[in-house]
């Protein structure tokens, strides 16, 4: 039913006039159509929820005053921002987790070739306190995840 009403609404932009309804196989008892009808609800209801599913949920912090209501993705990429600001750091990902009212970023980072590996683990994990410090927040940074890229890699993750 759906897909009929989109052919004719472009039909209709298209200065056309086409009718599918005709040629829709529509059920004659009133039984039959709540039946259809209902399952065209039961589609769109789906579909609302896989689009709400999808949208990252928010940290609610607490803080001086009240609680902090913040999108993930918005502090995912202020930390994105704050590492990248680093030379040898190619890309990076964060991750939010908030238990307990204990916050926990979680750090995966790409380094450029030849990169200490070990001392960029302890300098980033620094640099994620403290750039989440400067926002008010404790948040405990255990270890990165980093992963030195080879040369033939560094060229296709900077595409």
């Not at 993930?72 to 991750?95: F, I, K, Q």
């Not at 750090?107 to 994990?125: I, K």
Request: net charge positive; hydrophobic share 55%; aromatic share 4%.
């Amino acid at each position: 039913m759906l897909i009929a009403v989109a052919i004719e609404l472009i039909a209709a932009a298209a200065g056309r006039h086409v009718t599918v309804w005709r040629s829709v196989p529509l059920p004659h008892s009133h039984e039959a159509r709540a039946f259809a009808l209902a399952l065209l609800l039961a589609g769109c209801v789906a579909l609302v929820a896989l689009v709400l599913r999808a949208r990252p949920a928010a940290l609610v912090l607490a803080v001086e005053g009240g609680s902090l209501r913040l999108p993930s993705d918005t502090l995912e990429r202020y930390l994105v921002a704050e590492l990248a600001r680093e030379p040898d750091v190619v890309s990076s990902r964060v991750a939010f987790d908030l238990r307990d009212g204990r916050l926990t970023a979680r750090l995966w980072v790409a380094l450029r070739p030849l990169s200490p590996a070990a001392a960029m683990r302890e300098r980033l994990a620094r640099v994620a306190a403290v750039a989440l410090g400067e926002l008010g927040l404790a948040a405990e940074v255990p270890g990165p995840d980093v992963r030195v890229l080879r040369v033939r890699e560094l060229a296709r993750r900077l595409r």
